[in-house]
């Protein structure tokens, strides 16, 4: 236990699992994945330094269970067909031989699917000018299942758990947002309702896996006017919990809000999840997850100390530099490469494009070696 953080360095349970510290890698979305999906090497070599990288437990991005219809790119993992089974199994291998817990997200991009003309949503609905439609009981019941396959998949690649993904607005946070389901069914209405899918969801994926921990990607508030907030989240939350889900890892926002320029100021700021993640940690016994621009050893450390969260997911912070947590524990952090908000955002531009990016805040000589490796 490091001595100078020694709430960031202490261990936690998830369920049977040992973390050896509070840090895990937050999925981070980077199109490094080969067109199609696959597993490529600039991937395996990417969550490898994630792991080297001291985190007790690495996340890897969302993988489809549906592709093309469900997937956020035609550079999003697939988990959705028994051919990804091999790919997925040398990134879970690669992740443990460095000494990390490898997860998986699995996710249905829902409205934000990239490909499709027949794009599904809770209820007809145009997203950035482009409509996507209701899905009807049949799509809910084959949507539930494909999760649940999924996560079986994850399973037999050999990872030690799986994360089910409802945040960032993907299609089960749109069941619980009052204000992209307008269903009149038992899928819509009340809260009791919105929530009926993404349970299900949770449900049947515990159901198929058995042991395995299945932890829950959570949207606390959606960050528009209308949409999903605190109040609906925090009682989500519980029926979560209640349902043996192992984690929460709590987010705020979506692809709309996050356009929006208070919210872009407000994303800036230090920690500026973790308000949300200490809500949640309320209303719930099991562990949380905050983030959210969580920089420096000192706020990551405080955040645990003041019971706000249980754990610290790591994104950029990581991948701009991957010796960031051996650095915060060796008392060495003034030497650390930081994601830099002046650079613009640049890799986020760059994925919009389906471009993968390289941080703007590494040396020249790793910005090159990274452009080789993914040409």
Not at 55 to 84: F, I, K
Not at 183 to 194: F, M, P, S, T, V
């Amino acid at each position: 236990m490091s001595s100078i953080y020694p709430n960031l360095f202490s261990e936690i349970r998830i369920q049977h699992l040992n973390l050896k510290n509070r840090l895990i890698m937050a999925p981070l979305y980077l199109a490094y994945a080969s067109e199609g999906g696959l597993v490529s090497d600039a991937l395996l070599e990417h969550y490898r330094l994630m792991a080297k990288s001291g985190v007790a437990m690495v996340v890897v991005e969302n993988a489809s269970v549906d592709h093309p219809l469900g997937s956020g790119s035609n550079r999003t993992l697939r988990a959705d067909t028994d051919e990804a089974i091999n790919g997925l199994a040398r990134l879970a291998k690669t992740i443990k031989a460095e000494g990390a817990i490898a997860c998986l997200q699995i996710n249905h991009a829902g409205r934000f699917a990239y490909a499709s003309d027949d794009s599904i949503a809770p209820s007809d609905i145009t997203t950035f000018g482009r409509p996507s439609r209701g899905m009807t009981d049949e799509e809910i019941k084959q949507v539930i299942d494909q999760f649940a396959a999924a996560a079986a998949r994850v399973r037999k690649a050999g990872f030690d758990m799986v994360e089910v993904h409802g945040g960032t607005g993907y299609l089960l946070a749109q069941f619980l947002s009052p204000r992209t389901n307008q269903r009149e069914d038992a899928y819509g209405g009340n809260l009791e309702k919105r929530q009926r899918f993404p349970l299900e969801v949770v449900e049947k994926v515990r159901e198929k896996v058995g042991s395995m921990p299945v932890g829950y990607r959570f949207l606390a508030d959606e960050l528009l006017p209308d949409g999903l907030q605190l109040e609906d989240s925090c009682q989500f939350a519980r029926e979560l919990a209640a349902r043996g889900v192992a984690y929460i890892s709590v987010m705020g926002g979506t692809y709309e809000s996050w356009a929006l320029p208070e919210i872009i100021q407000q994303c800036k700021q230090p920690g500026h999840m973790l308000d949300l993640a200490a809500a949640i940690r309320a209303e719930v016994e099991v562990p949380v997850v905050g983030a959210g621009r969580i920089a420096t050893g000192a706020l990551a450390d405080e955040a645990i100390a003041s019971g706000k969260t249980d754990l610290i997911g790591l994104a950029r912070v990581l991948w701009a530099d991957p010796e960031w947590p051996q650095k915060v524990r060796d008392g060495r952090e003034d030497a650390s490469t930081h994601c830099n908000p002046a650079c613009g955002d640049s890799c986020t531009r760059m994925i919009t494009k389906v471009l993968p990016p390289v941080c703007a805040s590494w040396p020249s000589a790793k910005k090159k070696e990274w452009r080789n490796k993914l040409a």
